[in-house]
């Protein structure tokens, strides 16, 4: 899998959005850019996942920039339960391979 | 529909003792991942398995480490003469179809000490 590049961690206030970065220059054209992120002491929890067009759900939105070279994970109102590590992965149809994420911090 | 079941969630083995921990997939998903996660560590990919075939052991250590998912039953993960360096967070993951365009969904994990 190409190989994708966030920062360490981020910091938001509480009922802003927040807006995760994802670098993925050498994606290719199979690859899925896939979110997950890990809540303290539990499993990764599946986020959202795109291919070419923005995608939106209930947990947030995706958008991708048209030359599929960076990503950019969009929730619209952190909550103090939003704090986790986010991981952006590309994935063309081989098991997740999850890099360091960003940490999000939510303060009040 | 029951998430994925992971069992048991705290596993205590002695060193040389073998450690068995398993997994139920989500009903109707015949795909299972499984990950370790060491302390202050990220999660890495051991074996990718589709009903009683392993598809991909590439992380796997050589030695010690083996998986199933057999046709009826649970799929495990089989630890032999464990070491303290074993002590980590196992996660499953299962999905409907293979690895791409799907989601996973993951289990709560089980955490091992090797004392």
């Known amino acids: 899998d190409a190989k994708t590049t966030q920062p360490n961690s981020m910091e938001s206030n509480e009922e802003e959005p927040v807006h995760l970065p994802c670098n993925h220059s050498?994606?290719?054209?199979?690859?899925?850019i896939h979110w997950y992120r890990q809540l303290p002491s539990q499993g990764p929890e599946y986020v959202i996942h795109g291919l070419t067009s923005n995608v939106n759900n209930r947990m947030a939105s995706l958008a991708i920039a048209e030359d599929r070279k960076s990503s950019t994970l969009i929730l619209h109102r952190a909550t103090l339960r939003d704090a986790a590590v986010y991981y952006c992965?590309?994935?063309?149809?081989?098991?997740?391979?999850f890099g360091k994420g960003t940490s999000l911090l939510v303060t009040p | 529909n029951a998430g994925v079941m992971q069992n048991p969630r705290h596993l205590v083995r002695r060193r040389g003792q073998e450690a068995r921990l398993r997994c139920s997939p989500m009903?109707?998903?015949?795909?299972v991942y499984w990950y370790r996660q060491l302390p202050e560590e990220g999660l890495k990919f051991m074996v990718y398995l589709q009903k009683e075939n392993i598809i991909d052991e590439s992380g796997m250590p050589k030695e010690r480490f083996s998986a199933e998912f057999p046709k009826e039953g649970p799929s495990i993960l089989r630890i032999q003469q464990v070491v303290r360096g074993d002590s980590a967070a196992y996660f499953c993951?299962?999905?409907?179809?293979?690895?791409?365009?799907?989601?996973?969904?993951f289990g709560q994990g089980t955490r091992l000490t090797v004392v």
């Open positions: 050498t994606i290719s054209g199979t690859d899925y």
């Open positions: 993951a299962s999905s409907s179809r293979g690895p791409g365009n799907t989601e996973a969904f």
């Open positions: 992965i590309l994935n063309s149809g081989y098991a997740l391979n």
């Open positions: 009903k109707g998903h015949s795909h």
